[in-house]
Nanobody, 124 residues
């Protein structure tokens, strides 16, 4: 069992930056691949970024390439999403998720555990 708690969301102007954190606790957190997803109002949840167990490999959605960076600090059991050059279309609830197979999964149904989400609002 793994517990995920996101933090760091808030209101920011377009062009600004935020860093989201995901605290991972429970059964061997470093054994899990981790991902970030988001859901805008009235839209389906979408993949944002993922990182493998070691932190050596990442995959980003095309919509955030060059602007968002996923990373992990295994010693602290934290996963981060650094978001730069934010746009109004980045607004949504951001969710952290854990994949027990440790793959660079890009679809939600490949993840086993989810956090409660943190709201990011980007104003124009």
């Amino acid at each position: 069992q793994v517990r995920l708690v996101e933090s760091g969301g808030g209101l920011v102007q377009a062009g600004g930056s935020l860093r989201l954190s995901c605290a991972v606790s429970g059964d061997s957190p470093s054994n899990y691949g981790m991902g970030w997803f988001r859901q805008a109002p009235g839209k389906e949840r979408e993949f944002v970024a993922t990182i493998n167990r070691s932190g050596a490999s990442t995959v980003n959605a095309d919509s955030v390439k060059g602007r968002f960076t996923i990373s992990r600090d295994s010693a602290k059991n934290l996963v981060y999403l650094q978001m730069n050059s934010l746009k109004p279309e980045d607004t949504g609830v951001y969710y952290c998720a854990a994949d027990r197979w440790g793959t660079l999964a890009t679809t939600g149904n490949e993840y086993d555990y989810w956090g409660q989400g943190t709201l990011v609002t980007v104003s124009s």
